[in-house]
């Protein structure tokens, strides 16, 4: 039954929606039959809690077609029905027994229930953005319900661009629902912000500042000129409705009041504000990092662990960047001190405006028709890798990373896209550009994203950032090894210096969080130690400052994965394939690290069978 617009705009209806699904209040059945209904209820009540998650997957239509019109109810009430849905769906999947199942259900159990359980765990804090049930934003968590990467406002306008399909008057119906809850969101938000701020959880002064200017900088733009209205505009121009007007309508009567009142809340906790880089300073804040910290990497790591693995592992990639270095000329001064230099040397830069993004696109372009040639080589079951490349909209880039990607929708109707902050040209490189593909795009996370359509669909619906942000840091290792860089070795560097950059990460997001590090301390050894561009890395520090945890699930992941490959190769001997143990990992789809190993050991068995 599609619900009416109004009612859709109500913001009781998230609540009732997801309070009202199947069997919420039923005694759990523990047959094989019953745990595989439960899985369909789980998906329920995710999609309901998270209708945005409809729409990326492609499939808010027939039964789905009701969530095209809604977004989530990020209101304390809201968030409120989301964590009581959550712990009573967790309850209910303790109580169903694996054992009786196969592997592959049982194996689905497991992993939709630790997502229950870690999700559960986070809405035990008072206070931020717990995503991890949200396959729009499930890889990141925050102690904050707003800041410069967190909230309505960064992620709803380019979710309508990128996963709102527009083909039919209907389509862009929902559309104007969606603006009108998205204004909606923004005052959610904003009662969150003031709770949060009374409870003495503040965002630190660089972060409020930023985020102020980010909501400012909006406010000073023309509501006709705003990505969500024209992305609207653009793409409704062939059917009846003047959809255009009505988006400048709700935008300027609804939405710009909105981030006002945002605006106000924020700037009324910014003298509260300090410059306490870390968590840490947030109450209860080193038992938060403690669970962030356990569900960006999905393992068991201390803090303590991780900073000394971080340090480790960049030690062995300095030791391997040191030679190359040193055959292209570069001899003197610490390895960080020679990557400052290459980053200087103008044959490796783009030009300046405009010139230069046609430069950095079409680089791009080049690099993703010369690996797509190469992937028959890294996998025996290959997907179509349907993507496009897009700019960060300019509104947002201040704020965001150098770039991100993900995959289209279930039904491939829907690309996926490589999003690319073109703030400045300065902040890529000729060596570093290709790198960045294979990490965003193919074989990174929109290649990867495509197998995971393969699995039920509450499994497509999930993702683990150790899983998939360390499988994008292996579609790095797999393009190396594929021979991209033989005949461009400063290419292989640039490599290389993402490895190291995400060791870093390990340091720096706990020294932020667990060793209550500044904000400068963590540039500082970025820039020192990795030779990193200090224009990227104070977003990328800023992002950690936002994302506790979230940063160390990279070479966490990473390392995971390639420790399993030599598990492989030392079980198999002779009959070890390349292409096989690759299928494996990612047919076997998203997973913590802690059950990754089971999906291997299952892929060893099988071959040697």
């Known amino acids: 039954m599609r619900l009416s617009r109004r009612r859709l705009l109500q913001s009781s209806v998230a609540t009732a929606a997801i309070a009202a699904l199947p069997g919420a209040c039923a005694r759990p059945e523990k047959s094989a039959e019953g745990a595989g209904g439960l899985l369909d209820e789980a998906t329920d009540l995710i999609l309901n809690a998270y ?134 969101q923004l005052d959610g938000e904003t009662e969150r912000v003031a709770a949060d701020g009374e409870a003495g959880v503040v965002l630190p002064d660089f972060l409020m500042e930023k985020t102020l200017g980010q909501m400012r900088g909006a406010m000073a733009t023309p509501a006709e000129n705003w990505g969500i209205v024209s992305s609207l505009a653009a793409r409704s121009a062939d059917l009846p409705g003047d959809y255009a007007d009505k988006a400048k309508a709700i935008a300027e009567s609804k939405i710009a009041p909105a981030i006002e009142r945002q605006i106000a809340a924020l700037e009324t906790l910014a003298p509260k504000a300090t410059s306490n880089a870390g968590v840490w300073a947030q109450p209860d804040g080193e038992a938060y990092y403690d669970w962030a910290l356990k569900t960006g990497t999905t393992t068991t790591m201390s803090s303590e662990e991780v900073h000394q693995m971080g340090l480790d592992e960049l030690a062995d990639l300095h030791a391997r960047m040191d030679p190359i270095l040193r055959s292209v000329g570069y001899t003197q001064g610490s390895v960080g001190e020679r990557m400052t230099a290459l980053s200087k040397d103008p044959r490796y830069k783009f030009a300046e405006g405009d010139e230069g993004r046609r430069q950095i696109m ?48 279930i039904d491939g109707k829907q690309p996926g896209h490589f999003w690319i902050n073109l703030r400045t040209t300065d902040l890529h490189r000729r060596y570093t550009l290709a790198d960045l593909t294979y990490h965003e795009a193919i074989p990174g996370h929109v290649w990867q994203g495509e197998y995971a359509f393969k699995q039920p669909l509450i499994r497509s619906l999930l993702a683990f950032n150790a899983y998939s942000e360390g499988w994008a840091l292996y579609a790095e290792q797999i393009a190396d090894e594929l021979g991209v860089y033989d005949d461009f070795p400063v290419g292989r560097l640039g490599y290389l210096q993402s490895l190291a950059f995400r060791a870093c990460r390990l340091v720096v997001d706990t020294g932020l969080h667990a060793k209550r590090w500044t904000r400068a301390q963590g540039i500082d050894f970025f820039v020192t130690e990795n030779g990193s561009n200090p224009d990227e890395v104070q977003s990328e520090v800023d992002r950690y400052c936002a994302w506790p945890g979230q940063a160390c699930g990279y070479k966490v992941g990473h390392s995971a994965i390639v420790s399993l490959r030599e598990k492989a190769k030392a079980a198999l001997g002779d009959n070890y394939d390349f292409r096989r143990f690759n299928d494996a990992v990612v047919l076997g789809g998203s997973v913590p690290m802690t059950v990754l190993g089971r999906v291997i050991d299952g892929y060893i068995a099988r071959e040697k069978a």
Not at 390 to 398: G, Q, Y
């Open 51 to 184: 209708p945005e998650s409809a729409s990326s997957a492609g499939i808010d239509s027939g039964k789905y077609a009701y969530l095209k019109s809604q977004l989530t109810d990020r209101s304390p009430a809201g968030q409120t029905a989301i964590k009581t849905q959550a712990r009573a769906m967790l309850a209910r999947l303790n109580e169903v027994d694996t054992a009786s199942l196969s592997s592959d259900e049982a194996l689905n159990v497991d992993v939709v229930k630790t997502v229950f359980e870690t999700t559960s765990e986070g809405f035990d804090f008072p206070y931020g953005d717990v995503a991890l049930l949200n396959s729009n934003w499930s890889y990141r968590n925050s102690p904050y319900a707003v800041a410069q990467n967190v909230g309505a406002f960064v992620e709803i306008p380019s979710f309508l661009d990128s996963s709102h399909s527009i083909e039919t008057a209907e389509d862009a119906d929902a559309y104007l629902a969606r603006m009108e809850a998205y204004a909606g």
């Open 362 to 409: 079409t680089f791009i372009e080049e690099t993703l028709e010369d690996i797509r040639g190469r992937m028959p080589q890294a996998f025996e079951t290959l997907v179509p890798g349907f993507l496009e490349v897009t700019r960060i909209p300019p509104e947002v880039e201040a704020g965001a990373p150098g770039a991100y990607g993900g995959p289209g929708s």
